[in-house]
């Protein structure tokens, strides 16, 4: 069956350590998504991709990176920039760039906590 | 960004009706999703409007009217395994992405 796939689903980093986290998707999808989650607050947007070797900041990319070398994977990494970075971590595909007529398929998340 | 709002927590008991509402605003309205989400799980799809009016779907329904930039979302029979976030998510055809904004969620509490 097609999905995507997020791992771990727990991590704990400790502070100044860079941690990456995995999405991988089987569904031929052209557009991947990172967004994080804070109890009370809607999902936040990181970064996003179109294409492979295309990527773009969304609304809250500072202390984060990510690649897109293969269309089937989006790894975000969590770096010592991140001055908050406990959270839940949510990665989506869509198709094209269609996730207004399609939606979004998300991976199970993260949870990521510093220690 | 969207401004997309909805009542964070809602209680009903099993075997009700409940409505969850969702108002937004957004310069290019190219639809509108809702979403449920268990605990410490992903966001799994319910339901998608686009033109105005009400899409059944067994239990579930969802309404839009773009005219006043409003949705809900109707649960009947309720049952505990509805206690979930409902997220409300628009998209918005000014961006190139066509990306969704998503709502804070609605926390829905059923009880016995």
């Known amino acids: 069956d097609g999905g995507i796939t997020q791992s771990p689903k727990y991590l704990f980093r400790k502070e100044g350590q860079n941690v990456t986290l995995s999405c991988e998707q089987n569904?031929?999808?052209?557009?991947m998504y990172w967004y994080r989650q804070d109890p009370g607050q809607g999902l936040r947007l990181i970064y996003y991709?179109?294409?492979?070797?295309?990527?773009q900041k969304g609304d809250i990319a500072e202390g984060y990176s990510v690649s897109r070398e293969k269309k089937e994977s989006f790894p975000l990494t969590v770096t010592s920039a991140q001055k908050n970075p406990t959270a839940f971590y949510l990665c989506?595909?869509?198709?094209?760039?269609?996730?207004?007529?399609?939606?979004?398929?998300f991976g199970s998340g993260t949870r990521l906590t510093v220690v | 960004g969207q401004n997309i709002d909805q009542p964070t927590e809602m209680t009903a008991t099993e075997g009700a009706i409940v409505q969850i509402n969702c108002t937004y605003q957004?310069?290019?309205?190219?639809?509108l999703f809702w979403y449920q989400q268990h605990a410490g799980e992903a966001p799994t799809f319910l339901s998608y409007?686009?033109?105005?009016g009400l899409e059944e779907k067994g239990r579930f329904s969802s309404f839009l009217s773009r005219s006043k930039g409003y949705s809900y979302l109707l649960l009947k029979e309720l049952q505990m395994k509805d206690s979930a976030s409902y997220l409300c998510?628009?998209?918005?055809?000014?961006?190139?992405?066509?990306?969704?904004?998503f709502g804070r969620g609605t926390q829905l509490t059923v009880w016995p």
């Open positions: 989506a595909s869509s198709m094209g760039q269609g996730a207004a007529n399609y939606g979004y398929t």
């Open positions: 569904l031929n999808h052209d557009a």
């Open positions: 991709s179109q294409i492979v070797n295309d990527f």
């Open positions: 957004t310069s290019g309205f190219n639809g």
């Open positions: 409007n686009v033109l105005d």
């Open positions: 998510a628009v998209a918005d055809r000014g961006s190139t992405l066509g990306r969704l904004y």
